[in-house]
């Protein structure tokens, strides 16, 4: 089948829609995973053993499953306990759940490496707990894990197309669209890899500057 430039300006206006959500999703993913990572960290290092314990066996559970399992288990069986959400927030949810639970090891590798003397430091200023993570901890734990957690986040971006399963209109979900209505496969699931290809080396180029910015911890 020969190449159609005509099709391809036909069915762009509809891909770009699709790179818009799975941007979107990507970014909003991105901060529900920050968050929850983090939530993750502090509740495992908690002096509470059963809530140490118990979010530790959750955490495994949701690493230990594959995320279009979890997808489908968002969208699909929720509803039968009276909670239904929209496809995209279902999929940025999943997407969130998922990958956070990988940043929360980032985050407690970054916050192990916090010297000793610095908790002992706080200690010894009367911060309290919340001053001593939010002025003391965080501030040096955080710009080493940020190469780290910025893979996870081009990951994230990569694994997108899974949100088709629960009818997210992203990019996959398009091209599909287009390629079932149409017939022709080879523009849109061309346009689709050169859309990844594209933004995937953006954002590769980010890591890379992250890395020189970050990667280096100065003693």
Known sequence: MEWDWAFVRQILPTLLAGVRITILATLLGTVVAAVVGLAIA???????????RTVGFVAEFIRGTPLLVQLYFIFYVLPDAGILLPPLVAGVIGLGLHYGTYTAEVYRAGIDNVPRGQWEAAKACNLGTVQTWRHVILPQAIPPMIPALANYFIAMFKETPLLSAITVLELMN????VAN?????????????????????VSVMLLRWLERRYG???H
């Open 216 to 218: 280096r911890v100065e």
């Open 174 to 177: 398009q091209a599909k669209s």
């Open 181 to 201: 209505t149409y017939y022709r496969y080879v523009e849109p699931m061309t346009l689709v890899g050169v859309f990844f290809l594209a933004i995937s080396l």
């Open 42 to 52: 502090l509740a495992r290092r908690s002096s509470n053993r059963l809530l140490a």
